[in-house]
Structure formats: C-alpha cells, structure tokens
C-alpha cells in the first residue's frame, strides 16, 4: 500500500499543530499558539479545518471563571498523522537520505 501525503496536514501550521497534539494526551489552546508563535486567528483556523476533517478534538470549558478550550488528536487524526509521516519518509528515503537521526 503506497501512503498519500494527507492535504488536510499537509499545510506547515496544520502539520506543526497535528505534530505537538501527537506528543500529548490534549493541549490548551495557549500552549499551542505559544509554542509555534502563531496568532489567535491563525490557530482558530488551522484548529476549525482540522476538526472539520475529524483529525481534532476541541474541548471548552473554564478553569476558574476564565474560559479555555482544550486541543487533542482523535484516534482518526493520530491514524492521519502516522500515515502523512510515512509518506514523507517514503519520498525523502527515494534521495537515499534519512530523516531520522542516525
């Protein structure tokens, strides 16, 4: 089975924000946006169209009287994740370099 690049994470914000989620359980919505030093706007986007695509979880609530909203991967998105890796592992591996750390 020849894996596709998945043009959902494709986009680079969307594939950093798919790339922090799968190191975690779930992340807050600031941690996020801090961590790949993108705007509120930018990650509301990237995190709408990859909800829309079942990849994200969007959770809100509050902690204390201030609202947050939570990010984590589906068991879809985390699927998605591996299979868009694979497939670059598979076009970097035809230049008969790693992008594993050797």
């Not at 969307?14 to 790949?36: H, P």
């Not at 705007?39 to 509050?62: M, N, P, T």
Request: net charge positive; aromatic share 6%; charged share 20%.
């Amino acid at each position: 089975m020849t894996r596709q690049l998945d043009p959902v994470i494709h986009a680079p914000t969307r594939l950093q924000i798919v790339s922090l989620l799968a190191a975690a359980n779930e992340a807050e919505f600031a941690f996020v946006r801090d961590t790949l030093d993108i705007s509120d706007s930018v990650l509301s986007k990237h995190a709408g169209a990859l909800e829309a695509a079942g990849y994200v979880k969007i959770r809100k609530g509050h902690v204390g009287k201030r609202p947050r909203t939570w990010f984590s991967l589906t068991h879809e998105g985390r699927e998605a994740y591996r299979n868009h890796v694979a497939a670059l592992q598979a076009i970097v591996s035809q230049s008969g370099l790693s992008i594993l750390p050797q």
